[in-house]
């Protein structure tokens, strides 16, 4: 069955501080997707990843950088987070072109207080 | 930049109502659209799919209506229950010009149906 995982359900931070978010696919999926999701904004594109240190930028991705050293896990950071920043972030993975389904995970609820 | 544009923000019907959701998109380029539901707590998943080069696709209670000149499409959900109630999404995606596909998500509608 197909699974991603999210290393944390729900977070709380401070303002200022470093902020990592990780996710894990089974799939052996090339490429894999960083999210937000806003009440009424949708989902917006952060960051994805096409292969192993491999990254392009998304539709918003100010303020956050992100990490893939191995092909299951791909990580999401925040180096310095904003009360702005406080979302839910979903992680996705999916097959290479022309294949378009991408599988998500739970999602972080991220609060930066 | 809002390039996918959906509608109603909620929407609220009786059990066996057929509720419909509506997307239009600017991109020409878009070739592959899909609808993504998401219950509370989950991560999206995908529910249906269509591409422009035909105008309905079916899968069980669930249909995708396309019209590819006026750039709209929608959703249907025959006979639809409570198990239905969730957060639905449409996407659009361009024909991959690199090694992923990127898709552009609506706003998203809540659909609550009422026993």
């Known amino acids: 069955d197909v699974k991603v995982t999210q290393s944390s359900r729900y977070l709380v931070k401070r303002t200022g501080e470093k902020v990592f ?3 894990v696919q089974d799939m052996d999926h ?24 491999m990254k392009e930028k998304g539709d918003i991705p100010e303020g956050y950088s992100v990490s893939r050293e191995k092909k299951e896990r791909f990580s999401l ?34 609060t930066v207080t | 930049q809002q390039q996918v ?18 997307c239009a998109y600017e991109n020409t380029a878009f070739d592959y659209f899909p609808w993504y539901q998401q219950f509370p707590g989950k991560g999206p998943a995908l529910l249906i799919a269509i591409r422009p080069d035909v105008s309905e696709k079916k899968e069980g209670r669930f249909t995708i209506s396309f019209n590819k000149s006026a750039k709209q499409f929608s959703l249907h959900i025959m006979d639809s229950q409570p198990g239905d109630s969730a957060t639905y999404f449409c996407a659009a995606s361009p024909f991959p010009s ?18």
Do not use: H
């Open chain 1, 21 to 23: 978010l990780e996710c």
């Open chain 1, 30 to 53: 090339e490429n894999m997707f960083w999210y937000r999701q806003d009440p009424g904004l949708g989902l917006r594109l952060i960051y994805f990843s096409y292969d192993v240190k």
């Open chain 1, 77 to 110: 950071i925040l180096e310095s987070a904003s009360t702005n920043q406080t979302s839910m972030y979903l992680c996705a993975s999916s097959l290479p072109p022309p294949q378009g389904e991408q599988y998500f995970g739970p999602g972080t609820r991220l």
């Open chain 2, 5 to 22: 544009k959906q509608s109603p923000q909620s929407l609220i019907v009786q059990k066996g109502g057929i509720p419909i959701i509506n």
């Open chain 2, 98 to 115: 690199g090694s992923a596909r990127q898709l552009t998500f609506g706003s998203g509608t809540q659909l609550t149906v009422l026993p």
